[in-house]
């Protein structure tokens, strides 16, 4: 028998054996067609990790399995990647928000976003643009100061408040208490 025959013979004998439905799960494909709808309408809303999307979709109780193959289903036609939501997500909160780099890696954990992707995402952040975000940030607050500060309470006060802004984006306490400091001194000058 000649290698023509024998793939002829092996079509013949698969052909025997097929029988109408094997080849496509209806079943299986339904349960991952409700899936893939949630996840697209979530991720139609905003970017996600895949940790992210996952626990949204196991909060809406659909089968942990269905959901994995969707998740890479999406992963592989590019719809959901986890590089690209952390590159995306450290760019729009640190130069809309004003996010440090610190408060941003938090964040990207409790997605669970990996360590070197987070690290890789976090790389766009320039010590000196974070520096330069943290100055814009406090004498913005310290134009709320609208009078010099009559006491050392006052002042005290004003410089708690600055302060607080920077601390609660993530910018670290020694920089964060320095360029408070030299913020409230502009204002004041300013004000005098």
């Not at 940790?51 to 196991?58: Q, T």
């Not at 004003?98 to 669970?112: F, N």
């Not at 134009?143 to 050392?152: C, H, N, Y």
Request: hydrophobic share 45%; charged share 35%; aromatic share 4%.
């Amino acid at each position: 028998m000649t290698s023509q025959e024998q793939r002829i013979a092996q079509l013949r004998a698969a052909i025997a054996e097929y029988t109408p439905g094997n080849l496509f799960d209806h079943e299986a494909e339904e349960a991952k067609a409700a899936v893939r709808r949630r996840a697209l309408l979530l991720l139609d809303a905003r970017a996600r990790s895949r940790h992210e999307l996952r626990g949204r979709l196991v909060d809406l109780e659909f089968d942990p399995v269905v959901i994995d193959d969707v998740l890479d289903d999406l992963a592989g036609v590019g719809l959901l990647n986890d590089a690209v939501f952390a590159q995306e997500w450290v760019r729009q909160r640190h130069a809309r928000r004003g996010k440090s780099a610190r408060v941003l890696d938090r964040e990207l954990r409790d997605k669970g976003v990996d360590a070197g992707t987070r690290a890789a995402a976090l790389e766009q952040i320039d010590p000196a643009d974070e520096e330069s975000m943290a100055r814009s940030l406090a004498a913005k607050k310290a134009r709320s100061v609208r009078t010099v500060p009559e006491d050392r309470a006052e002042s005290d006060k004003a410089l708690r408040r600055i302060v607080g802004v920077l601390a609660r984006r993530g910018f670290n306490q020694g920089m964060s208490l320095r360029i408070a400091r030299e913020a409230l001194e502009e204002r004041v000058a300013q004000l005098q």
